[in-house]
């Protein structure tokens, strides 16, 4: 089976920094891109970045580039999101998700139950 | 960057309506574009891709259509079970564009 698992969560000031883990189990993990996306309380999804399975091609949103980065272990079979700089406006559910080929172009077909960032002072 | 913009943004329809929900690109994607629902407290599930392909395991009472810009969620006969928000999804290239969302009620 297919499974996805968010950690790294919580609560934290303006300014601050996290990282987001994302662990994959049931496929081959290199085979496939991965890809972030959020959901603040009461708003739509929100695509935040993705990267190639391969790790060499990453993207961002606008609203997270160069204060987000994209990261992959292969050998680890693990995702990561390193965030810094963070702001208010960051807080929300930060869904882990699979995109069907190795490209990032493409869609997702399996999403993990999400771990909550709150940034708050 | 291309937007996606979805309408209505909320509808509410009687058990065994027809519903039909509207996503609509500013720059033609030919046919790369997604559905997914979300059920309220759940995580998304991609419903339909390459805009009219079923996802294995979806009810066939769901259909997507559409090419270039214009593109539509047409649920046949609603059910309780398809109380969600809809979104639309963009990934002819990044950024991956979600539209809005649309709300389904049980009216």
């Known amino acids: 089976e297919v499974q996805l698992l968010e950690s790294g969560g919580g609560l934290l000031q303006p300014g601050g920094s996290l990282r987001l883990s994302c662990a994959a189990s049931?496929?081959?993990?290199?085979?496939?891109?991965m890809s972030w996306v959020r959901q603040a309380p009461g708003k739509g999804l929100e695509w935040v970045s993705s990267?190639?399975?391969?790790?060499?091609?990453?993207s961002y949103a606008d609203s997270v580039k160069g204060r987000f980065t994209i990261s992959r272990d292969n050998s680890k079979n693990t995702l990561y999101l390193q965030k810094s700089s963070l702001r208010v406006e960051d807080t929300a559910v930060y869904y882990c998700?699979?995109?069907?080929?190795?490209?990032?172009?493409?869609?997702?077909?399996?999403w993990g139950k999400g771990t909550t960032v709150t940034v708050s002072s | 960057d291309i937007q996606m913009t979805q309408s209505p943004s909320s509808l509410s329809a009687s058990v065994g309506d027809r519903v039909t929900i509207t996503c609509r690109a500013s720059?033609?994607?030919?046919?790369?574009l997604a559905w997914y629902q979300q059920k309220p407290g759940k995580v998304p599930m991609l419903l339909i891709y390459a805009a009219s392909t079923l996802q294995s395991g979806v009810p066939s009472r769901f259909s997507g259509s559409g090419s270039g810009t214009d593109f539509t969620l047409t649920i046949s006969s609603l059910q309780p079970e398809d109380v969600a928000t809809y979104y639309c999804?963009?990934?002819?290239?990044?950024?991956?564009?979600f539209g809005g969302g649309t709300k389904v009620e049980i009216k």
């Open positions: 990267i190639s399975g391969s790790g060499g091609n990453t």
């Open positions: 720059q033609g994607i030919s046919n790369y």
């Open positions: 049931g496929f081959t993990f290199s085979n496939y891109a």
């Open positions: 999804q963009k990934y002819n290239t990044v950024p991956l564009t």
């Open positions: 998700a699979k995109t069907v080929a190795a490209q990032v172009d493409y869609y997702m077909d399996v």
